[in-house]
């Protein structure tokens, strides 16, 4: 089955700077790959998705990579702001156009802006 | 819109004592699911309905978990009797219809002593 891996489990970086979290996946089929950010004692929100037929995909300061050949995606926040501290998960599922699908969810990413 | 509305937000209870948790969907979504999340790790899908019915259990402990979402709407999700193991954040989220994005709860933070 697949299988996400999500690196680094905690990310510090200076307010206005760039931060990178990196996500890889197993399985080959795997076509929908969705991130989302979670605050303390809040449910995971969706912020950005992307699908296989992709390469990238951006919204304001937040955007996603795709390399379909290195089973690896990356969510780039630019010019990060103190209310970009969260936690921050990305997934995947290898049948997204089917009913029965379900995401694998890597293990979440930590993300600290200092002043 | 209102957001897909969950209670209690937190509940302690003794081991061995029963607990359910209230879920209400986002209105118009078909779809809801029930996730574990345990501290520092992603959430994990305990089960998934379609409308009124179960479509997705596989990962839902049945000796002591169950679930229901009678009239399609609402839902509850029941452990008797709870373990210390099953302190954790369960999630409640919806979608439109299945697969489409999925809007999540605030959770209920379960501690069991």
């Known amino acids: 089955g697949e299988n996400v891996e999500q690196h680094p489990s905690t990310l510090s970086v200076q307010e206005g700077d760039s931060a990178v979290i990196k996500c890889t996946y197993s399985d080959s089929a795997s076509n929908y790959f969705p991130w989302y950010k979670q605050e303390l004692g809040k449910g995971p929100q969706l912020i950005i998705d992307?699908?296989?037929n992709v390469g990238e995909k951006k919204d304001q300061r937040i955007a996603v990579t795709l390399n379909k050949t290195a089973k690896h995606f990356s969510l780039h926040i630019t010019e990060t702001q103190p209310e970009d501290s969260a936690v921050y998960f990305c997934a995947a599922t290898p049948s997204f156009m089917d009913s029965n699908y379900q995401l694998i969810w890597g293990a979440g990413t930590k993300l600290i802006i200092k002043p | 819109e209102a957001g897909v509305v969950q209670s209690p937000r937190y509940k302690i209870i003794e081991k061995k004592q029963p607990v359910a948790f209230w879920c209400n969907p986002i209105?118009?979504?078909?779809?809801l699911y029930w996730y574990l999340q345990n501290l520092g790790q992603g959430p994990e899908l305990l089960i998934r309905?379609?409308?009124?019915?179960?479509?997705?259990d596989s990962q839902l402990p049945k000796d002591r978990f169950s679930a229901e979402r009678l009239k399609g709407v609402d839902s509850t999700l029941k452990i008797q009797p709870a373990e210390l193991g099953d302190s954790a954040v369960y999630l409640c989220?919806?979608?439109?219809?299945?697969?489409?994005?999925?809007?999540f709860g605030p959770g209920t933070r379960l501690t069991v002593l």
């Open positions: 989220a919806s979608s439109l219809t299945s697969p489409d994005t999925q809007y």
């Open positions: 209105s118009g979504h078909n779809t």
């Open positions: 309905y379609e409308n009124e019915e179960a479509v997705d």
């Open positions: 992307i699908r296989s």
